[in-house]
């Protein structure tokens, strides 16, 4: 089955302690993005990767890090996590040319 | 930069109405047009994409118009039903970096 997964689906933690949340898809897309979804804010841009060792920041790249060692990872990488990455983050990709993005099934962080 | 826009953010009507929700956008150098919906604290499920090039997009009971120089596309859903309550979202691809950028939702509740 086509998707794209995200593991955990559900973090708590706290403050400055480093954490990385997994993304995969099994689709061989070459573009592989980020997103947060806060109320009231909609669902933001954090980083994206049009292929392999290549990502750019999106609208609200900071406190973020990402890597793309591999066609099918995308891991999401906070730091030092703070109270304002409480959110609720999902992963998505699509193939190259303006396609459907396919969305995982979302992680919500709490930061403590 | 683009931004996309939906008006009204609730929406509540009896079962078996045909209702259109809306979405407007600002550039209209876009790729394509996409209409996701998103079940509370779920992941985001593709509905219609409408390429650049292309008007509208049909899947059952959902028809999906673009009109790329007015900046609007509308989501026609026929003969409603309590199942379609959910938060209906579009989003434009645009850009090198196959951002989408999302409206804030519309929430549709359905009556029986």
């Known amino acids: 089955e086509a998707q794209v997964t995200q593991n955990p689906r559900y973090l708590i933690t706290v403050t400055g302690k480093k954490l990385t949340v997994t993304c995969s898809q099994n689709?061989?897309?070459?573009?592989m993005s980020w997103y947060r979804q806060d109320p009231g804010l909609g669902l933001r841009q954090i980083y994206y990767?049009?292929?392999?060792?290549?990502?750019d920041k999106g609208d609200v790249p900071e406190g973020y890090k990402v890597s793309r060692k591999e066609k099918r990872n995308f891991p999401l990488i906070l730091e030092s996590p703070s109270p304002n990455q409480t959110s609720l983050y999902f992963c998505a990709s699509h193939p190259a040319g303006a396609d459907t993005q396919y969305f995982g099934p979302g992680t919500r962080l709490t930061v403590l | 930069k683009q931004e996309v826009t939906q008006i009204p953010a609730a929406l509540s009507v009896p079962e078996g109405e045909n209702l259109v929700l809306n979405c407007s956008f600002t550039d209209s150098a876009i790729y394509n047009l996409q209409w996701f919906r998103q079940d509370p604290g779920k992941g985001l499920t593709s509905l219609l994409l409408i390429q650049s090039s292309q008007r509208e997009q049909t899947s059952g009971r959902l028809n999906a118009s673009l009109d790329k120089s007015s900046g609007r596309s509308t989501l026609y859903i026929a003969a409603s039903q309590p199942g379609d309550s959910a938060t209906y979202l579009c989003?434009?691809?645009?850009?090198?970096?196959?951002?989408?950028?999302f409206g804030k939702g519309i929430t549709l509740s359905v009556r029986p």
């Open positions: 990767s049009m292929n392999v060792e290549v990502t």
């Open positions: 989003a434009a691809l645009t850009g090198a970096n196959s951002k989408l950028t």
């Open positions: 689709m061989n897309h070459e573009y």
